[in-house]
Structure formats: structure tokens, C-alpha cells
């Protein structure tokens, strides 16, 4: 096992040079810079306009800028964002917690809602509950999350049952530890929800179609035959071969941790990352867009590995040195 995650990070180094070759030849195609939004300003003159863009080395060649920047972001050195002013390494910081919080709480949901409907909805294949439970996902499906997080907004102020928007309270600095966990919950109740209703409907198909395939199979049959009881014959051997496909899912769930509620964040006022790169690539801020595109390859990448030696764990059969 320490051989193979061994092997799969070495293999990830050639991989993140490949992606951040490509990123960044992607991010140099759209015409101008951070600064040709400086001209106009009246305030701003030509002649300073060019100092800074010499300052900021954005009048280099381009792979003079990839080289730079690749060099100092091996070092750790994410490089100063132009809009901010800042590191970029301390404004990711400052975001992070919001949006791991939020992703967490998503993907706990999710996984925790998902997979026993869809496991219950493929036992009762064609009873009124799965019949139910296929009316609210393919609802859910045709719903989009931009529209569902204003619908809960419109909720939260009409009922006041909820908190309506932000991350915590105006008065969260003079609470106490337990008010604060009460209030930063209370508060995340609402984006969880808009971020998690999609996902749990495609998964629960997913768990519920899966489970259906492989309760067909003949082994299956072979098990009934025998006179095990319908119980272990769905939850020690059917259900196992069926999460095999949910757990390679979980792994991109994994990588969408930083970067997949941008919507939803900039909709109910959230600070998190996905707002603040969205922001990042509309202002061409190259240093700050460049390291959230990179933090999500990587993202990618763990994730995929973490699925793999999940795999591995779950299914004995699954050999990781072949």
C-alpha cells in the first residue's frame, strides 16, 4: 500500500507541471491584463500603468512569467494578488475554513442522505416509496442551485427561521464559544442545503440503479436459493459490490471541496474561495486565479487516489500492485 501511494505521488509531480503549463497558456488568452481595466481611469497615466505592469512583470515574455511564477510557487511562494494587494497565500487562508466547513457539511449530508434512499428505493423497486422518491430527485435535478439557494433566501425572510445570508451574526465576536458554534451552524444550514439537494438526487439514482444491477446477478440468485436471509443477502453481499462505482464518485466529491460552490457562495453572501477566484478570473488576477486552478488539480488528484486505495479497502479482490 506505501509503495503504491508512494508511486502514485511521484507520478502526480509530471501530471501538475502538464496542468499548470496548460492553465496558464489558457489564462494568457484572453486579451489584456489586470491593468488594461486601469486605463480608465483617468488618474492613471500611461507612464504608470507600464511602471506597474513592469513592476508585476507582465510585460515579459510568457515563459519568462511561467517560469517565475512556477519556481517561486515550488517554494511555497503563491505570489501577491494585483487586486489585493496581499499574498496570495494569506487570502487563501483566510477563505479556506469557510469554504472546508461548508464542503464538509455538504458532502456529509449528502453521503449520509444519499446512499441508504437509494439503497431503500432499490429494495422497494416499484412501490409507491420509490415512486416517491423518483418524483422528488427528478425534481430536484431539473432545479438549479443558483435558484434553489434564492428560493431559501426567499424562505429564510419570510419565515425568519433561518439566518438570511453571511456566514455568522453582526454580534458573533461577543458571543460566547457555544453561541458561536450555534450561530456558524445555524447559518450553514441554508448553503448546505443548496449545494447538497442536486447531488443526493443524481447519487441516489446512482446507488439505487447500481444496487438493482447487482442484485440480477447470479450469485445473487444463488444466495436466495441457498435460504440466507433476504437481509444478508442485500447487506453483506449485494450492497458491497454495489458501492464500489459510488466510492470512484466520492473521490471527485472530495475534489470539489474548494471550488464548487461558487455560486451559491457569491448568491447567499459566503465568504469562501469559490467566490473570491471567481472573482479572481473575471478581474484577470492572474496570481490568485492561477493558485486556486491549482489547488483544485491537486484536489483532483488526492481524490482520485483516495478512491483507489478506498477501493482497495473495501473490495479484498482489488489488488493495488497489479
Not at 481611469?41 to 512583470?57: C, F, K
Not at 437509494?118 to 429494495?123: I, K, M, P, Q
Not at 424562505?155 to 455568522?168: K, L, Q, S, W
Not at 444496487?211 to 449485494?238: S, T
Request: glycine share 8%; aromatic share 10%.
Amino acid at each position: 500500500m506505501f509503495r503504491y501511494i508512494l508511486r502514485r505521488v511521484i507520478q502526480m509531480v509530471p501530471l501538475l507541471i502538464l496542468i499548470s503549463m496548460i492553465t496558464f497558456g489558457a489564462s494568457k488568452l484572453a486579451p489584456g491584463d489586470f491593468l488594461s481595466a486601469k486605463m480608465a481611469d483617468p488618474s492613471m497615466t500611461n507612464e504608470r500603468i507600464e511602471a506597474e505592469r513592469h513592476r508585476l512583470g507582465l510585460d515579459q515574455p510568457m515563459v519568462v512569467q511561467y517560469v517565475k511564477w512556477a519556481g517561486n510557487f515550488v517554494c511555497g511562494d503563491m505570489g501577491e494578488s494585483y487586486r489585493y494587494r496581499s499574498s496570495v497565500s494569506s487570502l487563501i487562508g483566510q477563505r479556506l475554513f469557510n469554504t472546508l466547513i461548508l464542503g464538509v457539511a455538504s458532502l456529509v449530508m449528502t453521503w449520509l442522505l444519499a446512499i441508504p434512499l437509494g439503497v431503500y428505493a432499490a429494495v422497494r423497486r416499484y412501490s409507491f416509496a420509490d415512486q416517491v422518491f423518483s418524483m422528488i430527485t427528478f425534481t430536484a435535478l431539473g432545479v438549479p442551485e443558483f435558484f434553489l439557494a434564492l428560493l431559501l433566501l426567499y424562505f429564510a425572510a419570510r419565515t425568519g427561521f433561518f439566518p438570511v445570508g453571511g456566514m455568522t451574526s453582526n454580534t458573533y465576536n461577543d458571543m460566547t464559544y457555544i453561541q458561536k458554534a450555534v450561530d456558524l451552524a445555524q447559518h450553514l444550514i441554508l448553503p448546505t442545503i443548496a449545494v447538497s439537494i442536486g447531488t443526493i438526487a443524481i447519487l441516489q439514482r446512482r446507488m439505487r440503479g447500481n444496487l438493482l444491477d447487482v442484485l440480477a446477478e447470479d450469485y445473487v440468485r444463488m444466495a436466495r436459493a441457498k435460504g440466507l436471509p433476504e437481509n444478508r443477502v442485500i447487506y453483506k453481499h449485494a450492497l458491497r459490490n454495489a458501492l464500489n462505482p459510488m466510492i470512484t464518485i466520492l473521490g471527485y466529491d472530495i475534489a470539489g471541496l474548494l471550488s464548487g460552490f461558487a455560486l451559491v457562495e457569491i448568491i447567499m453572501n459566503w465568504p469562501g474561495l469559490g467566490n473570491m477566484m471567481l472573482e479572481a478570473l473575471q478581474a484577470q488576477d492572474f496570481m490568485l486565479a492561477m493558485a486556486g486552478m491549482m489547488m483544485g488539480a491537486v484536489m483532483l488528484l488526492l481524490g482520485n487516489l483516495m478512491a483507489d486505495v478506498l477501493l482497495a479497502l473495501v473490495d479484498p479482490r482489488i489488488k493495488l500492485e497489479a
